[in-house]
């Protein structure tokens, strides 16, 4: 009977101390997220509030403890700067058009090559997917690299359409906005295709062939039925695709001019060129800030959404 109390008593502990196989499953990638996106985010919030100085670490430290007086010393200079600097709202609005406009783009050629992937046969949707995830391959600088050699002014895409007669005179892609929007374009193109695939490859057909019983033309249906259906792929495909594209760094700095003005190229300046840490993470916390707009929209959409499904 003792053997069976203590027993029991054991198992009583393993399960108290121990977790579940659910709990262990979900808390791994909690652990995870806490340690390498958490804590380094709020390391880089406290930096925010120093200020810079010379020595290392190159910014002054947030408390202090002297004479049995323990201080804490907040400044919220970087941010009073980075809200009155006409500098840093004009970087802060061209990284925004810049992330819309290539999101947009993205959505206009991603939907109609998501929408015929979804309607392909089954023994050719795997390859066509296969494609569409083969530029994944190769790493992102060789393949915006590349584009440098092709946007060039004696790169291979004037070259073709010099020798095809479309154009006189080379056409001025490398160093402009222009060029940047088509390595922006290229990069993310297929994180708006996956989502929009996923969920137009789910859709049930015969929704559409229930529009076009009473007589409705393809882009009735269309615009009736497939549309709104895949609302859910388009908003997500946009924010895997806006999110990134706000932060870019080596897309502009390798493509982009002078003048394109994007969020991470000032970062890295103040970072590595100035030496200026508390800035750099003042605009980074700004930069974050902007991004939560947009993603809480997304989640207060979804609730509602499940909400009306109820």
């Given at each position: 009977?003792?053997?069976?109390?203590?027993?029991?008593?054991?198992?009583?502990?393993?399960?108290?101390?121990?977790?579940?196989?659910?709990?262990?499953?979900?808390?791994?990638?909690?652990?995870?997220?806490?340690?390498?996106?958490?804590?380094?985010?709020?390391?880089?919030?406290?930096?925010?509030?120093?200020?810079?100085?010379?020595?290392?670490?190159?910014?002054?430290?947030?408390?202090?403890?002297?004479?049995?007086?323990?201080?804490?010393?907040?400044?919220?200079?970087?941010?009073?700067?980075?809200?009155?600097?006409?500098?840093?709202?004009?970087?802060?609005?061209s990284s925004v058009q810049i992330?819309?406009?290539?999101?947009?783009?993205?959505?206009?050629?991603?939907?109609?090559?998501?929408?015929?992937?979804?309607?392909?046969?089954?023994?050719?949707?795997?390859?066509?997917?296969?494609?569409?995830?083969?530029?994944?391959?190769?790493?992102?600088?060789?393949?915006?690299?590349?584009?440098?050699?092709?946007?060039?002014?004696?790169?291979?895409?004037?070259?073709?359409?010099?020798?095809?007669?479309?154009?006189?005179?080379?056409?001025?892609?490398?160093?402009?906005?222009?060029?940047?929007?088509?390595?922006?374009?290229?990069?993310?193109?297929?994180?708006?295709?996956?989502?929009?695939?996923?969920h137009l490859v789910k859709m049930?057909?015969?929704?559409?062939?229930?529009?076009?019983?009473?007589?409705?033309?393809?882009?009735?249906?269309?615009?009736?039925?497939?549309?709104?259906?895949?609302?859910?792929?388009?908003?997500?495909?946009?924010?895997?695709?806006?999110?990134?594209?706000?932060?870019?760094?080596?897309?502009?700095?390798?493509?982009?001019?002078?003048?394109?003005?994007?969020?991470?190229?000032?970062?890295?300046?103040?970072?590595?060129?100035?030496?200026?840490?508390?800035?750099?993470?003042?605009?980074?916390?700004?930069?974050?800030?902007?991004?939560?707009?947009?993603?809480?929209?997304?989640?207060?959409?979804?609730?509602?959404?499940?909400?009306?499904?109820?």
């Amino acid at each position: 009977m003792l053997t069976d109390k203590v027993g029991g008593n054991m198992k009583t502990w393993l399960k108290r101390w121990i977790p579940s196989g659910r709990t262990t499953a979900i808390g791994i990638p909690f652990v995870f997220l806490l340690l390498f996106f958490l804590i380094p985010f709020l390391l880089v919030i406290s930096i925010s509030f120093s200020q810079q100085q010379m020595g290392i670490p190159p910014y002054s430290p947030l408390t202090k403890f002297e004479d049995g007086v323990f201080s804490l010393m907040l400044s919220v200079s970087n941010y009073t700067f980075v809200l009155s600097d006409s500098l840093y709202f004009a970087t802060y609005v061209s990284s925004v058009q810049i992330a819309f406009v290539s999101t947009l783009i993205c959505l206009l050629i991603g939907y109609p090559m998501a929408y015929y992937m979804a309607r392909a046969s089954e023994s050719n949707r795997n390859t066509l997917m296969l494609l569409v995830m083969l530029p994944f391959w190769t790493s992102f600088l060789i393949r915006v690299y590349a584009r440098v050699g092709i946007l060039e002014n004696d790169g291979l895409l004037n070259h073709f359409l010099l020798w095809l007669g479309v154009i006189s005179e080379p056409l001025r892609l490398y160093h402009t906005n222009w060029g940047t929007y088509i390595g922006m374009v290229y990069s993310y193109l297929p994180f708006m295709i996956m989502p929009l695939y996923a969920h137009l490859v789910k859709m049930d057909m015969t929704l559409i062939e229930a529009a076009y019983d009473p007589g409705a033309k393809p882009w009735k249906a269309f615009l009736t039925v497939t549309l709104p259906l895949s609302k859910n792929g388009i908003i997500a495909g946009s924010l895997l695709v806006f999110i990134p594209a706000v932060g870019e760094y080596v897309i502009p700095e390798l493509l982009g001019g002078a003048d394109t003005l994007m969020i991470g190229r000032v970062m890295w300046n103040e970072f590595f060129n100035n030496i200026d840490w508390p800035m750099a993470s003042a605009v980074t916390c700004a930069m974050v800030l902007l991004l939560l707009v947009p993603m809480a929209l997304f989640q207060h959409y979804q609730v509602k959404d499940m909400e009306s499904k109820r």
